[in-house]
Structure formats: C-alpha cells, structure tokens
C-alpha cells in the first residue's frame, strides 16, 4: 500500500511539473521567456509612421512562419522606447534617434538598445489642395511652426488671414524630427519652438490627394524640392530622415530572423510598397 502511495505522488508531481513545463514554454514576449531565448511572440510598439509598415511586415512574415505571432502597435517612438525600456517589448518602433536620457534610462535598469534601420522617409509639409502657396522654404517653416509668422500673408498669399498650424503628438518621432531639422533650423537654434497650432507635415507614406505637398528650399536657399523618394534617395530633398527598429542587445532566435527578413528583399519591397526609401537604394 506505501509503494501505491509513493507512485501515486510521483505521478502527480511529474504531471505537475509537465504543466508548468508546457505553461512557461506557451508564454511570448519579453515577460515570457529567459533573455536570449527565442521569443514565440514578438511584441512590436511604437512610431505610427512606422505602424502601416509594421503591420504589412507582420501579415507577410506570418505566411512564411506561421507559427510565430507578431503582436503591433503604435502610440508613438516614446511610446515604443518605454515599452522596451520596461520589458513590455520586443522591438520598439522609432522614427527619430533614441535620445541620450532614453538611453540614460534604458541602461539603469540593464537595458541596451541597439539601433536597426529598416527604412528611410521624408516628411512632406502638406496644406490644403486650394491653397495657392506652392513652395517654402525651411527658415519660413521655422518661423511659422515656432511662432513668427502667424499670418498668411507674409508667406505671400495675402487674403487667407491667420495661419492654423496642424502638429503632432510630443510622443512622435516627426514631431520630434521635424522639430530638430525645421523648427531649431537643423539644431541652429535650440531656443525655437513649436507654436500652439499650422500647416501640417506627414510621413512621406502618408500623403494621398487629399492634401497638397509643398517643394521645401533648403537651409540657406537653393532649388525648391518636392518630398518624393528619388528626392530622398539621392539626398535633395532636406527633410528626410531613417526609420529605426531598436532592441534589447543583439538580437537573437526569431525576433533576429524577423529583424532580418525586413532588412531583406521581401521586407524592403513593402516599404517600396507603400511610398517610403528602401534601404538597398538609400
């Protein structure tokens, strides 16, 4: 009878612990597994412009792996450099530069953010298609988006009165980037601000026909450009920056096999896809 009892433990101890085997190898994300270890669900948060490419990535690399699960979201670059700051994310999407408090942070609680670009963009300054204004240059953009130009009319089309300008959420990445390379006149002039409200910018994958695009003269005068990618590509066109992954250390398992299916030609070939510079023709 001690013997039947004896089995009788052992069996339920090896079914116990065959249950927690199975529950910890099912948890994904960062949360879910040793660092290191390959992921069975990539947690991927961040920039919205990078979002329609996030989400275009996920649907196609899950075809070829279905198996893995891609979880996306958006909410901004800060938002995504948080959530890989604090564990809740694999990659976190940016389109600006990690900041150096960021990495402050980051490396106070052992985390080491390591950069990947995926893509490069322009940000196109966009206005209504009725307006007559056709191009402008970056010190005008400053002015008006810090504050000294507020009316139409000293941008040359008189009879539109005051200027309502349209910004982005501080957590963005083009907020954060146009502000560097337009509003502080490319980091010239950190005492400039955004003002309160203007004409609008968007992420060169963003523009569509409801809006006009305005060419953009560069700092300190020259041809007017349009945000086009050729322009991008072949570096005329002066608002324009790269599209970042970042992760926790080298990255490894299958969260570096994803890393690097969107470096690869059926990755760069969605970003062709939908308007912004792939990185084999920046």
């Not at 948060?45 to 490419?53: A, F, R, Y």
Request: one cysteine or more; proline letters at 5%.
């Amino acid at each position: 009878m001690k013997d039947r009892v004896v089995g009788k433990s052992a069996a339920i101890a090896l079914c116990v612990a065959a249950g927690l085997a199975l529950f910890l190898a099912g948890c994904g994300g960062p949360a879910g597994r040793e660092p290191g270890a390959p992921a069975r669900t990539i947690s991927n948060i961040g920039s919205t412009t990078v979002l329609p490419l996030a989400e275009k990535w996920r649907a196609a690399f899950k075809k070829e792996r279905p198996g893995i699960e891609i979880a996306v979201s958006g909410g901004g670059s800060g938002t995504g450099i948080k959530a890989l700051i604090s564990g809740s994310a694999d990659i976190a999407n940016s389109s600006r530069d990690i900041k150096e408090k960021e990495v402050a942070q980051a490396e106070a609680v052992g985390v080491d953010p390591v950069e990947h670009v995926v893509a490069y963009d322009g940000i196109a300054v966009i206005v209504h298609p009725s307006n007559p204004l056709d191009t402008v240059s970056v010190e005008d953009l400053s002015a008006v988006f810090s504050g000294h130009i507020t009316d139409w009319g000293a941008m040359g089309t008189p009879g539109m009165n005051r200027i309502q300008v349209v910004s982005r959420d501080s957590a963005s990445g083009t907020y954060e980037a146009f502000k560097e390379l337009v509003v502080a006149l490319d980091g010239k002039d950190k005492s400039r601000d955004y003002t309160k409200a203007a004409i609008g910018y968007v992420g060169l994958g963003y523009v569509d026909d409801t809006v006009k695009v305005l060419a953009v003269t560069p700092l300190g005068g020259g041809e007017s450009v349009t945000a086009t990618v050729g322009n991008i590509m072949d570096g005329t066109y002066a608002i324009s920056r790269a599209l970042y992954c970042y992760t926790d250390g080298e990255p490894g398992g299958v969260v570096k096999e994803y890393l690097d299916w969107i470096k690869g030609p059926e990755g760069q070939a969605i970003v062709e896809e939908l308007g912004f510079v792939p990185l084999k023709e920046s």
